[in-house]
Structure formats: C-alpha cells, structure tokens
C-alpha cells in the first residue's frame, strides 16, 4: 500500500483515510511546536507530518505515525 499525502488535512481525516485504505498501525502524534503531549480529539487538529512520508510502499501493518498541531 502506498502513503497518500496528508499533511494540511484534518486528523481525524488523515487517520480514517488510512485505516479505510487498510493500514491497521496508525499512531497520532502531537507535533512538537504545538505545545502539546499528546493528540485527545484529532478532529480538531491539522496534520504536519506523516512519517514513512507520502509515496512510500508499506505492508499494512507497519507503523505510519500522523503528526499534528492544534
């Protein structure tokens, strides 16, 4: 399966984007410079980053991890 671009998106978007195109290991993160530890309502974040980055070729089951910022 392949990373689709994500970054400006609304997270909880983001992350039913990728678990409806299959990927099961999804983690969300708070982006450093938000200022915050930890991401408690995705719908009311912005994804800046999606680590592997967009394009890239995984197994369903590897970790894609979605930072955000509020």
């Not at 969300?28 to 912005?46: H, I, M, Q, R, Y």
């Not at 680590?51 to 197994?59: I, Q, R, S, V």
């Amino acid at each position: 399966m392949t990373v689709p671009e994500l970054k400006g998106q609304n997270g909880a978007i983001a992350e039913s984007t990728l678990k409806g195109l299959g990927f099961t290991n999804v983690r969300l993160a708070a982006d450093p410079a938000s200022g915050k530890s930890l991401v408690a309502l995705p719908e009311n974040w912005t994804v800046t980053k999606v680590e592997p980055k967009a394009g890239t070729e995984l197994p369903p089951t590897q970790l894609v991890v979605i930072t955000m910022t509020k």
